[in-house]
Every structure is written in C-alpha cells, then in structure tokens.
C-alpha cells in the first residue's frame, strides 16, 4: 500500500486484488489507470490497497481484516471514497458501506460519472442515462440510506441523483423511454450517415488518450477538443478530408479502455455504428505506454464485440518520441537505437500484414507516410465500390 497527502478536490482510496487470473504487476497497471481516471473525474488518490485472494470475498471484495485495515486508514485520513478496481455486486456495495459508512464507487460507476460530464450532445446524455439507470436498477435497494448521506461529487452525476427518491418500477420505465429515445436519434443518424454514403469513411480507433482527436486535428486541419484525460471525446466528430484530390470522411470516436462496463458499450452501440460501417480503420497505438499490448487486445476485442473486426486496418503507433524517451538512456549509441527501433517496427508490421505506421503526432513525425498509406486504402476502397467511376480518385 503506497501513500501520498494532497488537500484538494474529493479524496479517494483504491482497491485491487491479485488473484489466480490477477497477477500484483497486472494489479499495479490496472490501479494507475483507475487512479487516472479518478484524476479525470476530480478526485485526488490519497491511497491503495490491495489483496492476495483466490477469488473476491462474496459479501465484502476483500476479507474482513483487510476492510478494518482500510476503514482506520479512510478515517484518519478523512477520505472521501472508496474505488474498487472490479465492478462490485449489490450485496457487496451494501456490506462494504455498513462498515466504512462512506461513498462507495466501483471502476464502472466511475467510467459512467465521467461520461455523465463529458457527455454534450442529446444522444451521448442519452447513452449515459440509460447506461447509469441501468447499472443502478439492481443496486436500489438500499440505497436510500447509501444515498442520504452523500451530497453530491464524483459517482453521483447525472442518473446517480436523479433516481436516489425511485423504484425499480419508475426506473424500468425510465429506460424504456431512454431505448426508444436512442432509436428515434439512431433514425436520424442513419439519414446522415445516407446522405455522406458516396464517400469512403475512415474512422480512428483505439484505447482511450493515445492521440486519437490530436491525430484528427492534424489530419482535418481541423479543431477537435483534445486534452490529457481519459474520455475527452464522447460524440463521434466526422470531418470531410482531402488527400490529393481524393476526398473522403475521417471520423474520431470514443476512446476503449480495460473492463468497459457491459451497459455503456450497449449504450454506445448506436455511436459506435460509424466504426461498423467504416471502410478502413485507423488503429491508434500509444506505444510509449508499458501495456500498450494489452491496449491493442482490449480495442481488438471490442471492434469484435461490435462486427468490425474484419476491416482493413491501419496500426498507426503514435508517441515514438516518448517511446525513445522511456527507453532509450541518453548514452546509448545510435547504432544501438537504430537496431532496436528496427527490429520493434519490423516485429509489427508483420504483425500487422505490412500495414503499420510509426509516427509522433506532436513532433509532426513520418505524418507524410501515415497520409500515403491512408490515401492508397481510401483508393483503394474507391475502386472496389465505383470500379467504372474515377472521379474519387
């Protein structure tokens, strides 16, 4: 368990476990990212703790000492919550609070409150209504008490406070309306989607902050809002792009990320229907990230969940200045970098059917490759679907 003292914005404690599929390297990656994105909601990580078990504890997550452990540690420290790193049952959520008599938040109701405030258009507040009302109507029980308590703050966003006073009858109906609302607008981005069907549409893909909307502003010349936190993009932003007198669509999408709660990919399976029908992907890597791997399989999972995996695809492994930066030491010799960055893009590429691009988005680094590869597919794809029509390309 490590420690730090910050005196600002809410205050949180994490917690993990290391289990037979869990290994504590595993944990410690996956308590970065669940303190990354506690920064992202507004809270400041004032702890962690963690728990060799076989599997979690059915009633509490962790055994009973580890929980006395961490409600001593929250009381002199004056935190404000508890995160768990896994999604936790009602039963748990109910027990767990009994004891600690705090806010009590797993990664998935975490990942749902930051898309409650990032949310800005009427579907993506849709998305993430139904996803929350969702993810709390087997948690209502209860949570009068849980709620009473609690003013406010992170986990508390959007659906969190609006269903504290309901049932499980009202909520049911709430999301009956919420499916038929996210239909009627699925209706009307359809007709839009129609109406751009003459182009050949090329999305940005991958995990969540490795550059997909700086890649999409460079590419459009454009201005898409991108920032250092996870999730700054939630609405799908579609720019017309033209390489070489060759026009196509260039969307941005919402980043992916490890243990995605079940009812925000449903939610978003409406959002996502621009990588579905996508004629070429682009597959963004942030290859100065230790997990980077695990990054690629999680996105690849998921564009299997949804229909996509099957797309011509583009790896494009953005941030090689930061990559150079984490592992290279400044005395190494050039040649030396030289034969470790070749063997790293050759490992790759074939990997990836020779389709993999290593560039730097900030340092402007190898954009002109990246251009051409994506200018060949996009013709490509012209000739497939107008083989008589040469206007494209």
Known sequence: MTETTVNKNETCILVGLVTQYQTTTQLDEYLDELEFLAGTAGAVTIGRFYQKLTTPDKRTYVGKGKLEEIRLFAEKHEADMLIFDDEISPAQLRNIEEVLKMKILDRSMLILDIFASRAQTLQAKTQVELAQTQYLLPRLRGMWTHLDRIKGGIGMRGTGEKEIETDRRVAQQRISILKQKLRDIDVQSQTQRKNRGEFIRVALVGYTN??????????????????????????TTVRKVVFDRTPFLLSDTVGFIRKL????????????????????????????????????????????????RDKPVIMVFNKMDLYEQRMFDPYLKEEVKKDILNELQQTWMQRSNENAVFISVTQRTNLEELRDRILLMVVEAYKVRYPYKTDFY
Do not use: Q, Y
Request: glycine share 2%.
């Open 261 to 308: 709660p079940h009812h925000l990919v449903e939610s978003f399976k409406s959002t996502l229907d621009e990588v579905r029908e996508a004629d070429v992907l682009l597959h963004v890597v942030d290859i100065a990230h230790p997990a980077f791997e695990d990054h690629i399989a999680t996105v690849n999972a998921t564009l299997e969940d949804i229909g996509a």
């Open 210 to 235: 490795v550059g997909k909307s700086t890649l999409m502003n460079t590419l459009s010349k454009s201005e898409v809002f991108a920032e250092n936190k996870l999730f700054a993009t939630l609405d």
